[in-house]
Each structure stands twice: as C-alpha cells, then as structure tokens.
C-alpha cells in the first residue's frame, strides 16, 4: 500500500461467510462488519440497479464506524424469466426455485463496490453470470437439497459444490461474482487505491 493509504483498514460490510472466504483469496488482512441495510428492491427497480444501490449502501453504512478504511460492500440479484430468486429460506422455497429454474437460464447480477472513508472516493462494478441449469427431475432436486441444502444461497445451488451437478454451462467474466464477490473487479478496485494485490 502507498504511503497515503497505509493507515487505512480493509472492510467487508458483510457476515456472509461466502464473500468472506472469498476475500480470504486475496491474503489481505481485513475486518468484517455487519451493515444495516433494507434489501427490498424497490418499485420497478430493475435487478442491475438494485444490485449498485444495495453494494454501495452496505459499503456506505460502515462510513461512521470506520472512518479510515476501504469498504467493501456486494450485493447479488438472482433473476430467471422475469422473476426474482432471493434466497429461499428453507426446503418448499428451494424446491420451488429449482423447479423454476430446470431447463432454463438464470441470471446473476453480482455488484461490488469500494468506498474509500477518508477520501470520499467510490468505485463500483457490475458482473453478470448467466446459469444454464439442466432439465431437472423432482427426484434429482431432492436428491441435491438432502445432500446440500442450499437455502441461503439466490437460486438454491451452490456451483462451487455439489450443486454444479445441476448445471449445463455457466457464462462469466468472473467465476468468483456467482458466489457472491466479484474478486476480478475488487482486486482492480484495490489497486486503484494503491494496496498492492498481489
């Protein structure tokens, strides 16, 4: 890091430990914080917009607390034909997503955006991942969810595990966004504030 930002602490405003293990990749040191930040999308909020406005309102909810850091804060919106797949919550919510989703192209839209504290500075960055899940039966569906039950995760399956079973082909230009935190973009975002990755 350059002399400027040496005293400046690393901050992931988020208690997912998805996005933590994500950030681990980069060996930075870095502090997690949990921000309080309503998620409901807007009324007629397109899924790209309301990704940029959560990223930068969880980044921008730690401004008071760590008024000398670079924040980090992501958020990710799960869309397939027109409706939005947050996360289910528990089996039926799972199975339903899943059933939704056989066949058919879900779209992940994963924003990350770095709020430098002390100089104002904002970057932000959209990546979409497009999904092309299997045509799937319910035995194959619940088969996954009693091996893996995703239920916090937007769509119901983890492609970083078991959960790649039920894809056809996944489109990106980043494979770190579809779990949650674009580190391509981040790592760029980093060193535009001089901390050196690697």
Known sequence: MSSTNSSLTLVL???SRYRRELLER?????????PEVDEAPLSGEVPEATAERLALAKAQSML?????????GSDQVA????VRLDKPGDRAGALRQ???????TVSFITAVA???AASGRKQMKLVA???????????????????EPAYDCAGSAKAESLGISLVES???SDPTALIGLPLIALSEMLRNEYLLVP
């Open 13 to 15: 405003a988020s208690t």
């Open 26 to 34: 980069l060996k930075l040191p870095f502090q997690t914080a949990s």
């Open 129 to 147: 991942t497009e999904v092309r899940f299997r045509k799937l039966d319910d035995l194959e569906i619940e088969r996954y969810l009693a091996a």
């Open 64 to 72: 008071t607390q760590f008024p000398r850091a670079l924040i980090v």
């Open 170 to 172: 996944i489109q990106s």
């Open 98 to 104: 899943l059933q939704h989703s056989s066949g058919r």
């Open 114 to 116: 770095l709020v430098n």
């Open 79 to 82: 869309f397939c034909e027109g």
